[in-house]
């Protein structure tokens, strides 16, 4: 999810069953209201430190992670006290009584979790802005692998990998990447759209796509 970073103003996130477990990219969405991350891979309760910095969060739905434990009182009391402003988990609504005894049951989580220094490293190399030492067909090569991820889900045609070769050498790869994390969320907004929604992005495409074919055509 570490598109998530370049969506500062995103206000509801929905991302259950897609085997997350770093919550990190999320302390920059300040906008963010909804928060759907059922059914995922988040191990350790020290991931919510991220969303404690999100003043407008009212609603996470955390159920069926490793996080949970075998103790849902100790859970639900635990991200309650470190997010007192929820106004629902879980599906649940969360009342006054809760958050006061949040207060005596829940633990306060001060600190983010330790990461273990192999799999951290490897993951900011890829997402490293001007990366030195990283060869820029590598770098280019690990967001497009995401994105094609994502084009296959949804059976996509993938974009063929030739058609960025042809990018000039001074192209920063912070622009490559930009580029491809937007791509890849708008392929993943797509998920949660019904008939009539996709009806309209591709109307809005077409006229779009009509537009840039016309001014290559008077640039020409």
Known sequence: ISICRDLPNIEVITLSVNGISDLEPLHQCQNLSELYLRKNN?????????????????????????CCGPDPHRYRMTVLRNLPSLQKLDNQAVTEEELSQALVDGEEITAPPARRESGWSERTA????????????????CSLEETDKTQEELDM???????????????TDCSHKKRN????????LMKE???????????VVARRLQALQKKELQEE
């Open 126 to 141: 890829c997402s490293a802005a001007g990366a030195g030492t990283e060869p820029h067909e590598e770098l280019l090569s």
């Open 181 to 188: 994390n937007v791509l890849n969320a708008i392929l993943l």
């Open 42 to 66: 988040i191990s350790s309760l020290d991931e919510l430190f991220y969303l404690k910095t999100l003043p407008r969060l009212r609603v996470l739905w955390l159920a069926e992670n490793p």
């Open 193 to 203: 759209l019904d008939a009539e929604g996709l009806e309209i992005i591709q109307q």
């Open 157 to 171: 045609k993938l974009v063929p990998r030739d058609k960025y070769s042809s990018f000039s050498p001074q192209e």
